[in-house]
């Protein structure tokens, strides 16, 4: 299987700071990794796949990028509807695999 | 509007069976896969396995190969999973969620179904 290593685990910010969410695969996956964001108490929600496309109706604020073993996630202006847990998972192969996650929280 | 509607929260004993629902909407089911994700309490994410409701071809984590079974009902848009005899380590909130094609990436999820195995 391939391992997914997000870092930081959990990071503190405030509103209107730049962000960024590291994402390792333990081998090639070219470009074939995916974000989730999740916030408490809710289902994940689909942001980013292609480690760089936007999903549908995700603002612009939320940007990707990467491709081989090294992604990243960034939020260009944190905003309080932006503090949730954040997941990369990668779809080069079955099993597919998710990162651990990285909280994102209020400084 | 495409949405996944899953089945109501489920409280059971050891050893009891359970199987749980997505229905999807708004769209295609026979044509897109259907996955599912355990989420432990407290945890991340974990893929479980996949489903084409089209034919039924069915692909499982080998971490959950003979645990679970998946399976759908295409003449109701309905996609399952079911334990024939849950322990309490099955506790956890279930998700399903929509694959475009079997190499592609998850782009809708369910609201997901909470199973509780208590004594």
């Known amino acids: 299987d391939i391992q997914m290593t997000q870092s930081p685990s959990s990071l503190s910010a405030s509103v209107g700071d730049r962000v960024t969410i590291t994402c390792r695969a333990s081998q090639d996956i070219r470009n074939y990794l995916a974000w989730f964001q999740q916030k408490p108490g809710k289902a994940p929600k689909s942001l980013i796949y292609a480690a760089s496309s936007l999903q549908s109706g995700v603002p612009s604020k939320f940007s990707g990028s990467g491709s081989g073993t090294d992604f990243t996630l960034t939020i260009s202006s944190l905003q309080p509807e932006d503090f949730a847990t954040y997941y990369c998972q990668q779809y080069n192969s079955y099993p597919r695999t998710f990162g651990q996650g990285t909280k994102v929280e209020i400084k | 509007e495409v949405q996944l509607v899953q089945s109501g929260a489920e409280v059971k004993k050891p050893g009891e069976s359970l199987k749980i629902s997505c229905k999807g909407s708004?769209?295609?089911?026979?044509?897109?896969?259907i996955g599912w994700v355990r989420q432990m309490p407290g945890k991340g994410l974990e893929w479980m396995g996949i489903i084409y409701p089209g034919d039924s071809d069915t692909r499982y984590s080998p971490s959950f190969q003979g645990q679970v079974t998946i399976s759908a009902d295409k003449s109701i848009s309905t996609a399952y999973l079911q334990w024939s005899s849950l322990k309490a380590s099955d506790t956890a909130m279930y998700y399903c969620a929509r694959q475009p094609s079997y190499g592609g990436n998850v782009d809708y999820w369910g609201q997901g179904t909470l199973v509780t195995v208590s004594s």
């Open positions: 708004g769209y295609s089911f026979s044509n897109y896969w």
